[in-house]
């Protein structure tokens, strides 16, 4: 989508900063109210977290993906179908995480008394039930985007939020030119408000404590095997037999599958923690990326040969508490034209997080999809069979 020119007093109705999950999710329900409306990204590209990246197997979730199988997964899926207006068919599968010990894979029953430091992050992969959906998170977001009417303005960073008389008029981005708005929503960082935020609107308590929180690192490793490794589907919760600072990772092989070459090869993505303080050190990030590589191998000892392509992402602030209190409505207290839609605000993290803080923000500003017709998508063999169903 290209982003029509504006002229510099044009005023939004709203702007939408981040592309993200969370963003899309809002941008996307006010484009059926109003396209007076621009979804600014510092990026290069919508999705954020959740877009599509490319690999020699194809397009896939930008690292390992998992939904735990709870009420909320399926209260916030159900929010996503409705402004997708596409049945996720979400499937609740039963699927115990494994670890390796005594010389063989056993279902992980826990971390009994010695929990890693980031325990919440790691545990929140390590339910026995997850759920599955006929689409992949980096699909939604695309879906999202093909769905919203409103402008997009790519490599555009919010570098100040503008405010006078307890509003915000204007963003400007990248140290240069501004966008008007009427309102305005936040969907990046939120650890990054502190900065961007007019002086007068958190106090010096709330700034401190934006900044103050411990946040977690996330050190990605997705790998593609020379062969099949395993048929499990199973998350694997890895860890050494010896306590090191360096904690466990989490994983999983997805399907393995025949290249053009003829030679079947299997995808795998992994994931671990390290303190965000300590994740400039390129050392601690390598020894991170060496302990997963050293706990796979344990595992399955020729998994790691002859390998063609591995990809490492290394994500600052992957998750954090984002303490800053808000209006009902989560709006800001001084500037209640500005909401906030990151995702580490919710009491849910992860896409959880996203999905339901999208939704509260949706109901907050009158653009909840609410009874919007959800189609079901029938795979292309069996569309002949069965005539196409509609739910509501
Ligand atoms: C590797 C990895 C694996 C994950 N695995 C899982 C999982 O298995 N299950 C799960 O539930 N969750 C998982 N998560 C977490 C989940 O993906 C995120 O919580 C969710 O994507 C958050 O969406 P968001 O839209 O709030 O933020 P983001 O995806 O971070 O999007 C924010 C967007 O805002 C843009 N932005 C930020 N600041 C500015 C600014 N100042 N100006 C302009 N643009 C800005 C960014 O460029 C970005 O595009 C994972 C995350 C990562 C990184």
Same mark, same amino acid.
């Given at each position: 989508m290209s982003t029509p020119r504006k002229s510099s007093q044009h005023v939004y109705d709203y702007a939408i900063i981040g592309s993200g999950l969370t963003g899309l999710c809002i941008a996307n329900a006010l484009s059926k109210i109003t396209t007076n409306l621009v979804l600014i990204e510092g990026g290069d590209t919508f999705g954020g977290f959740n877009r599509s990246v490319s690999t020699p197997v194809g397009l896939t979730n930008?690292? &390992?993906?998992? !939904?735990?199988? +709870?009420? /909320?997964?399926?209260?916030?899926?159900?929010? &996503?179908?409705? !402004?997708?207006? +596409?049945? /996720?068919?979400?499937?609740?599968?039963?699927?115990?995480?494994?670890?390796?010990e005594s010389g063989g894979l056993k279902p992980f029953i826990g971390f009994g008394d010695n929990p890693p430091p980031f325990y919440e992050e790691l545990n929140y992969f390590a339910s026995t039930e997850r759920i599955e959906t006929n689409l992949e998170p980096h699909e939604w977001t695309q879906l999202l985007f093909n769905n919203y009417t409103g402008d997009f303005s790519p490599r555009s960073f919010v570098t100040k939020f503008n405010g006078e008389n307890s509003q915000i008029t204007s963003v400007t981005i990248n140290g240069q030119k501004k966008i008007n708005a009427h309102n305005f929503i936040y969907c990046g960082e939120i650890k990054a408000l502190a900065g961007l935020l007019p002086e007068d609107a958190l106090s010096a308590k709330a700034k401190a404590k934006l900044t103050k929180n411990q946040y977690w690192t996330a050190v990605c490793l997705d790998l593609l095997h020379a062969e099949k490794v395993t048929d499990s589907a199973a998350i694997h919760v890895l860890n050494g037999t010896t306590q090191d600072e360096l904690g466990?990772?989490?994983?999983?092989?997805?399907?393995?599958?025949?290249?053009?070459?003829?030679?079947?090869?299997?995808?795998?993505?992994?994931?671990?923690?390290?303190?965000?303080?300590?994740?400039?050190?390129?050392?601690?990030?390598?020894?991170?990326?060496?302990?997963?590589?050293r706990q796979i191998k344990r595992a399955y000892p020729t998994a790691l040969d002859n390998m063609s392509f591995?990809?490492?992402?290394?994500?600052?602030?992957?998750?954090?508490?984002?303490?800053?209190?808000?209006?009902?409505?989560?709006?800001l207290a001084t500037y209640q034209n500005m909401w906030i839609g990151s995702n580490t605000i919710s009491a849910q993290k992860n896409i959880?997080?996203?999905l339901l803080q999208a939704e509260l923000i949706c109901a907050s500003l009158g653009c909840h999809p609410l009874g919007a017709q959800v189609t079901t998508i029938v795979p292309q063999a069996s569309a002949q069979a069965d005539s196409p169903a509609s739910e509501s």
């Open positions: 930008n690292g &390992l993906r998992y !939904l735990p199988s +709870t009420d /909320l997964t399926q209260k916030s899926l159900a929010f &996503l179908e409705m !402004l997708l207006t +596409t049945n /996720l068919n979400p499937q609740a599968k039963e699927c115990q995480p494994m670890n390796y466990p990772c989490v994983g999983r092989f997805l399907n393995a599958a025949e290249s053009s070459d003829g030679v079947t090869r299997q995808y795998s993505q992994w994931m671990t923690f390290v303190d965000g303080e300590e994740s400039e050190d390129t050392e601690v990030i390598g020894a991170a990326l060496k302990k997963v590589k591995e990809r490492i992402l290394v994500v600052p602030e992957y998750s954090g508490h984002g303490d800053l209190k808000l209006s009902a409505n989560q709006s959880l997080g996203a």
